[in-house]
């Protein structure tokens, strides 16, 4: 699977951003695919995920109620909505895949296998 992540930029505090990430070369739908962010100087660290088997959604803490991850199989493609940014989003984020992820592992970066380039999302205050 390639993965090609798209959509990051430089926006306000309290704007939105909607970050892409297209997929090729095997089935998409039965991935479970997420979201990973590092920050100047941090570890990389888990955003949100949402599984192939049956679409259920997870996210960090930092991020519920502001975030939503979602995908379109039709379009091999995955996408994560930030509303109300703050400038501690600011991040490289990262879109990644993996097959036959159980729940406990999927905010664990080494469970995927197939890792996106990575988009700058840069957050000013």
């Known amino acids: 699977v390639q993965l090609q992540a798209s959509g990051g930029g430089l926006v306000q505090a309290g704007e939105s951003l909607r970050l892409s990430c297209a997929a090729s070369?095997?089935?998409?739908?039965?991935?479970?695919v997420g979201w990973f962010r590092q920050a100047t100087g941090k570890e990389r660290e888990f955003v949100a995920a949402?599984?192939?088997?049956?679409?259920?959604?997870v996210y960090t803490n930092s991020v519920k109620g502001r975030f939503t991850i979602s995908r379109d199989n039709a379009k091999s493609t995955m996408y994560l909505q930030m509303n109300s940014l703050k400038p501690e989003d600011t991040a490289v984020y990262y879109c990644?895949?993996?097959?036959?992820?159980?729940?406990?592992?999927?905010?664990?970066?080494?469970?995927?296998?197939?890792w996106g380039q990575g988009t700058l999302v840069t957050v000013s205050s």
């Open positions: 070369g095997r089935t998409f739908s039965g991935y479970t």
């Open positions: 949402i599984r192939g088997s049956n679409g259920n959604t």
């Open positions: 990644a895949a993996g097959y036959g992820i159980i729940y406990s592992s999927l905010g664990v970066a080494s469970s995927y296998d197939y």
